[in-house]
Structures are given as structure tokens and as C-alpha cells.
């Protein structure tokens, strides 16, 4: 079953680059800018041992990025 597919809106307290899963920047998305909302799924995800939400297909954002 799954959970949190409405996701969890959060906001940013800084301007945020968009990862993929493997630690890398990813180009189909552009920087998110401070205090825009953003809805993120799921719990945080260990990339390189750094801390990540999901917030689309292969898209991470830095758990730090956000307030």
C-alpha cells in the first residue's frame, strides 16, 4: 500500500539544487529558489551520506535546504 502520496509541503530557507539518486546535479531541474513551497515524499534518503527528500522521479533536494 502506498503512503504520503499527497506528500509533505515544506519550504525552503535557502535557494536549493534538484540531485539525482545517484548524487549528482539534475539539468532537467532549475534551481529552487528561498521561501518557495515544495511538497516532498516519503521519509529522508541517505545519498553519499548526506540527507535528502524526495520531491519527484529522480529528484532529491538536501534535507538542510529547508526550514
Given at each position: ?19 539525482q539518486s545517484n548524487g549528482s546535479l ?13 511538497k516532498t515524499y516519503g521519509p529522508k534518503h541517505y545519498i ?20
Open positions: 500500500m502506498a503512503s504520503n502520496i499527497l506528500g509533505n509541503s515544506r519550504t525552503f530557507k535557502a535557494d536549493a539544487d534538484v540531485y539534475n539539468a532537467e531541474w532549475k534551481t529552487l529558489k528561498q521561501g518557495s513551497p515544495i553519499n551520506n548526506e540527507a535528502y527528500y524526495r520531491v519527484g522521479k529522480n529528484a532529491y533536494v538536501k534535507a538542510n535546504t529547508f526550514k
